[in-house]
């Protein structure tokens, strides 16, 4: 079975420019996370989605950040303009509908910000 | 002060060593308990997870689960060069709100 899918694994961009990264989540899974990771930390949460609808967004910055999955599948999130400071890793993970315990994820996007 | 405290290493132990490794926490709503190892480049990848107090046991793996005193461990028996990674705990209430990881502790075993 696959894993969860992220791409691109590296991006390199000058600040005030977007960005987008994209995931697909293991089939079946129903909830899908964002997550954020620093350097020497562990991950924080971005956004969750039941299916099509985000439930969790209250850690997303809204100014310039934002995330879609349309169709309850494949997810996107945008960094728009992108600021020196976004410079970290962004995960996604998913799990099966109630069991946010389990949670899989991606290899995760390693975001440069120049 | 963090809901999750972890040190973040590096612990460095000699092939075959025992490992403990520990968090604590302060939320008492907490009743899911999770190990992640996250290995340099790559996604965290769910070692273990258990509910409520108690052990739980996965060939070289142990959890364990203190709730009276907020504290958690996984013992890894017989560490392997393999086993070097950064180990993540993470833990969430019963409505699966949203998991809250500590900082990773970075394991190195050496040959």
């Known amino acids: 079975e696959a894993g969860v899918v992220q791409s691109p694994r590296y991006k390199i961009i000058e600040k005030k420019q977007p960005v987008a990264f994209w995931c697909n989540p293991i089939?079946?899974?129903?909830?899908l996370y964002w997550y954020l990771q620093n350097l020497g930390q562990g991950p924080e949460l971005l956004i969750r989605?039941?299916?099509?609808?985000?439930?969790?967004d209250s850690q997303l910055p809204k100014d310039r950040f934002s995330a879609e999955r349309l169709k309850g599948v494949d997810s996107t999130l945008k960094i728009q303009p992108a600021e020196l400071g976004d410079s970290a890793v962004y995960l996604c993970?998913?799990?099966?509908?109630?069991?946010?315990?389990?949670?899989?994820f991606g290899p995760g996007t390693r975001l440069t910000v120049t | 002060q963090k809901e999750v405290e972890q040190d973040p290493g590096p612990l460095s132990v000699p092939e075959g060593a025992i490992v403990s490794l520990n968090c604590t926490y302060s939320?008492?709503?907490?009743?899911?308990f999770m190990w992640y190892r996250q290995y340099s480049r790559k996604g965290p990848e769910l070692l273990m997870y258990?509910?409520?107090?108690g052990n739980k046991e996965d060939g070289r793996f142990t959890a364990q689960v203190d709730k009276s005193s907020k504290y958690i461990s996984l013992f890894i028996r017989d560490s392997q060069p393999s086993d070097s990674a950064t180990y993540l705990c993470?833990?969430?209430?019963?409505?699966?709100?949203?998991?809250?990881f500590g900082t990773g502790t970075r394991l190195l075993v050496s040959p």
């Open positions: 993970a998913s799990s099966p509908s109630g069991s946010s315990y389990e949670q899989y």
């Open positions: 089939s079946g899974h129903n909830t």
């Open positions: 989605y039941e299916n099509e609808e985000a439930v969790d």
């Open positions: 939320n008492s709503a907490f009743q899911y």
């Open positions: 258990t509910y409520s107090s």
């Open positions: 993470a833990m969430t209430d019963t409505g699966f709100q949203k998991l809250v």
